[in-house]
């Protein structure tokens, strides 16, 4: 009953072999992944001129667009880790299997705080969409958490996820309401709006690249909190922890990290959602290997789903944002069905 | 003292019953209000003299074109996506016991708007076309949402989390053929995107008003039925009602309101699921809601629109206004509903 996913579904702590087995078989298929996106574009492009374009040259067409693959990858994997570790953090808190930072209405906050940070204040650097993007968030998740956990029975999954759903409706059509009257903010901010990796910069990466790290140290070391967390307030209490503040700090590590992600890479729901899920199938529910393997784990299905978007339809790009949302919908149907109604 | 309690039960009847009437007399009179101006005011004002004739069918200079066709089929457009709006939503509230239950909410409004889409963009089709195309898909989800949540029976609570999960799958693939049209500029794609009555033509009323007249009485005259069906499945059946019949009679009618109003504007956000509260509001307990929450459909419409065109600087699509005004009211239900500790 306390811990997220329910006891029938996984073990506390799988044994140390098979952790360090799925460790490496996440490692691998990660680079694999990584490769993959370097190497498979809208534009195909042969193995010799991939192997150039790693040295460092783009004389041709098709080493150039290998040389801005490279980014694009980095940013996909960078994004994905953020978010799945971000989504982890926030199952744990909330000791909600449906929390996510998409579904709680956060990543739309983000948004909302940049579109109207573009029309009113005219936010120029990526480090100041960056801070918008952070406070955004940290309103929204409150905000969502706050509604949610009215009544009796605290925040039920039920009752966030309802309350999360409201808000991003709401936060929606106050976005709309901002960016429609400013045709030039509006061009920006179509391609953002959808969520992809498409416009990567080494410059934007090396800003947001701060804030994920933070964010991710802030998350790892409230690792061994969230495991008493998981046991119900009153016996972390009892163990020691102060859970208010534990739970606020490890709040606001997921909050620097979806919405340093969301800043730059626009809002991208379900990662966050999906991964967690499938790594505690994977390890078990300790959050000290739990945090890690999401990381790895997001990292490879965002690049993974960002590959897809570009081979599919070529020579078309579907944005990343999209395909995770194919795919996300229906493992979040899954979950709800999996729940006892009385638990929701 | 039986006697008593008669006259008080009596009392109570017609004090009602006389409640409702003004209510939707008052209501009434607000709509047709509201239409006359939005034909009367504009880009040039015209007076009601002026109106009438045109409405009469005389030719008047500047007026025959600008009311007749313009402002006409615009205001008449709104009025009858507001009613079927009203009547779908009210009744799916009915049906399933549940406010949040609101085919906007739990993804047909998104399967409409999603097919219509992509039957204008992808399959290039025509209005007729555009209709069956939304209405099949609409059905198809609604029974897909009805199947995935059926476990033990079908869980009310668990059937508004497989909607939203399925909403947002399709409003992805929404984005994804709207981001496709190359022709499509992003102002109009957002337009169509919220809902909007820009450029109204008696083209696409027709098929609206059509569904009105085959739908609206279907459901109307189901009314005692679905009324029944609040009670319980157990106590309607009891008291005589045929609960599937009921049911799918009224799942065909209402989805096929939402359907063709949707592929006729768009989406237009929160009105289905705003008429049912706020008309159970004005008219009070007891009777059918069905005739109240059309007009507040309408009246919402209609009013949405002419904020949306004259109030600020810019030009809002009406779903955008209803979008801004709905979203608080939402959270405002599912906070008094949270508070009051009750189960949604």
């Not at chain 1, 409230?222 to 495991?227: G, P, Q, V």
């Not at chain 1, 009892?238 to 859970?243: F, I, N």
């Not at chain 2, 009469?56 to 500047?62: A, M």
């Not at chain 2, 195309?133 to 009805?146: C, D, E, K, Q, R």
Request: proline share 4%.
């Amino acid at each position: 009953m306390t811990s997220a996913t329910g006891p029938d579904v996984a073990t506390l702590r799988r044994p140390a072999r098979v952790r360090l087995g799925w460790l490496l078989v996440v490692l691998a298929v990660l680079v694999l992944v990584m490769l993959a996106s370097v190497a498979f574009g809208s534009r195909i492009v042969g193995w010799s001129d991939i192997v150039a374009a790693f040295g460092g040259t783009d004389e041709t067409l098709n080493q150039a667009a290998v040389v801005k693959r490279i980014p694009r990858t980095v940013l996909a994997a960078l994004v994905g880790a953020a978010l799945a570790l971000s989504g982890t953090v926030m199952q744990g808190v909330t000791r909600n299997p449906l929390a996510d930072p998409g579904i709680l209405g956060v990543n739309m906050g983000a948004m909302l705080a940049i579109a109207v940070g573009m029309t009113t204040v005219g936010l120029v650097t990526a480090t100041q969409y960056i801070w918008a993007a952070i406070a955004g968030a940290a309103i929204s998740a409150l905000f969502v958490y706050g509604v949610g956990s009215l009544g009796r029975g605290g925040a039920t999954p039920l009752k966030i996820a309802l309350a999360g759903a409201a808000t991003s409706a709401a936060l929606a059509s106050l976005v709309v309401a901002v960016v429609l009257p400013r045709g030039d903010v509006a061009e920006n901010f179509q391609s953002w709006q959808v969520g992809g990796v498409g416009g990567a910069s080494w410059d934007s990466i090396v800003q947001v690249l701060p804030f994920l790290l933070g964010g991710l140290a802030i998350c790892l070391l409230s690792a061994r909190a969230l495991n008493s967390l998981a046991l119900g307030d009153e016996l972390a209490a009892g163990l020691g922890e102060r859970v208010a503040l534990v739970r606020g700090i490890a709040a606001f590590g997921a909050v620097v990290l979806c919405g340093g992600a969301t800043a730059i890479a626009g809002p991208i729901a379900f990662v966050g959602l999906i991964v967690p899920h499938m790594c505690r199938l994977l390890v078990g529910l300790d959050h000290r290997w739990l945090m890690p393997f999401a990381t790895l784990v997001g990292a490879a299905l965002l690049t993974a789903a960002d590959v897809v978007g570009r081979v599919v339809n070529r020579p078309d790009e579907i944005a990343a944002g999209i395909i995770t949302a194919l795919i996300g919908a229906p493992f979040f149907i899954y979950i709800v069905r999996r729940q006892k109604v009385r638990e929701l | 003292m039986s006697t008593t309690t008669l006259e008080a039960v009596t009392r109570g009847r017609v004090r009602r019953g006389r409640r409702r009437r003004a209510v939707l007399g008052g209501l009434t009179v607000a709509v047709v209000a509201i239409f006359a101006v939005s034909l009367m005011v504009g880009q040039t004002f015209y007076t009601p003299d002026e109106v009438f004739r045109v409405l009469l069918g005389e030719t008047v200079p500047g007026a025959s074109f600008t009311v007749g066709e313009l402002r006409l089929p615009r205001a008449v457009l709104a009025l009858i996506t507001g009613l079927c709006f009203g009547i779908g939503g009210v009744t799916f509230q009915t049906m399933l016991r549940n406010p949040l239950a609101s085919p906007d909410i739990i993804g047909i409004s998104s399967a409409a708007g999603a097919a219509a889409a992509f039957a204008i963009i992808v399959l290039n089709l025509g209005e007729a076309g555009v209709s069956a195309f939304a209405i099949v898909a609409a059905l198809g989800v609604a029974v897909l949402i009805y199947l995935l949540s059926f476990k033990d029976g079908v869980a009310g609570t668990r059937l508004v989390l497989i909607g939203i999960g399925i909403a947002a799958m399709l409003n992805s693939a929404t984005s994804y053929v709207l981001d496709q049209a190359g022709q499509w500029d992003l102002q109009a794609a957002t337009r169509w995107l919220n809902g909007s009555l820009n450029g109204s033509t008696w083209d696409e009323a027709v098929p609206v008003l059509v569904a009105l007249a085959v739908f609206g009485p279907i459901l109307l005259v189901q009314a005692r039925n679905l009324t029944m069906l609040q009670l319980g499945d157990d106590t309607a059946a009891a008291l005589g009602t045929r609960l599937e019949r009921t049911r799918l009679i009224s799942i065909v009618a209402a989805v096929g309101l939402i359907a063709f109003a949707t592929s006729a504007t768009g989406p237009i956000a929160f009105v289905a699921f705003l008429a049912g509260p706020i008309a159970a509001r004005m008219v009070g307990p007891g009777g059918s809601l069905l005739l109240p929450s059309a007009v507040v459909g309408s009246l919402l419409v209609l009013l949405a629109d002419f904020i949306g065109q004259f109030a600020f600087d810019t030009r809002f699509p009406v779903g955008v206004v209803t979008g801004v005004l709905g979203a608080p009211y939402l959270i405002f239900l599912l906070v008094r509903t949270n508070r009051a500790g009750g189960s949604l």
